[in-house]
């Protein structure tokens, strides 16, 4: 077992909010899997409010296609009953929009994955520019190894992308993980017998639930970070194990945390 401990930090919604580019590159791969020509009066270019509004919802970067088409289908529940009341119903939801277009979300992962290469391709610069660190998160990772602790980063991005856009963001963690690696929860069951896991700063409050229930994890603490995409509801009645952690408690030493 490795000597400092370690902190693992997803990276969407908790590193960088790049809500510009998750809806640039659905877009694009919807049209590419339709066969549409990219047509702003089908969809707009500008991030439409309802994709932010359903933003939360989302685990995996597929989902963010499907709802990209769901947008475009007349008779979609997103269309015909807007972003509440799909996302009440979330996973139904996804699952009959899949069932209509006859679509396993490995086609639409790899559709959005190949997007993403052909836009570093063709400029990786605007690429890049699309995401934005969440203000002082940067700088509070480089501090981190001053206090003695080592990070990485685990999402389910792909890990090519997402080391694409740590280095951007002069960003160095010992390990990267993306959705290739598989669950979350096996990641972190895997470090556990490796490392000494220090805690887990997430947006996603259901990820987080999955892991407190999880026995041999009993010893990691879990953090909800305040800043990311979450739900209205998510900061309420927070189980004891899952700390909510706002920026300015995140910018002071480990030791101050709960």
């Not at 407190?212 to 739900?231: C, D, M, V």
Request: charged share 20%.
């Amino acid at each position: 077992m490795t000597s400092r401990p370690l902190l693992i930090f997803d990276f969407d919604g908790v590193i960088a909010d790049g809500i510009a580019e998750y809806w640039w590159s659905s877009r694009r791969a919807c049209f590419e899997l339709l066969d549409y020509k990219s047509d702003s009066t089908t969809l707009p270019e500008d991030v439409p409010q309802i994709f932010r509004q359903i933003r939360p919802w989302v685990h995996q970067g597929w989902e963010m296609v499907l709802l990209a088409s769901e947008l475009i289908r007349p008779e979609s529940a997103l269309v015909l009953s807007g972003a509440k009341a799909f996302a009440n119903n979330y996973q139904l939801n996804c699952k009959e929009a899949l069932n209509a277009r006859n679509w396993e979300p490995g086609v639409l992962q790899n559709a959005l994955e190949s997007v993403r290469r052909q836009a570093i391709k063709s400029n990786r610069t605007q690429w890049l520019g699309s995401y934005k660190a969440f203000p002082g998160v940067v700088q509070r990772l480089h501090q981190l190894n001053t206090e003695g602790y080592e990070f990485a980063v685990l999402t389910t991005k792909g890990s090519e992308f997402t080391a694409e856009l740590l280095d951007h963001f002069h960003i160095t963690p010992s390990l990267i993980y993306g959705h290739e690696s598989g669950s979350k929860q096996d990641v972190l069951l895997q470090l556990a017998k490796t490392h000494c896991l220090k805690g887990f700063i997430e947006d996603r409050r259901k990820t987080l639930e999955t892991m407190i229930n999880t026995p041999e994890l009993n010893s990691l603490t879990f953090y909800l970070a305040s800043w990311g995409y979450l739900k209205d509801e998510d900061t309420k009645d927070l189980p004891h194990n899952i700390h909510l952690l706002d920026k300015q408690t995140f910018m002071t030493p480990l030791a101050s945390w709960p």
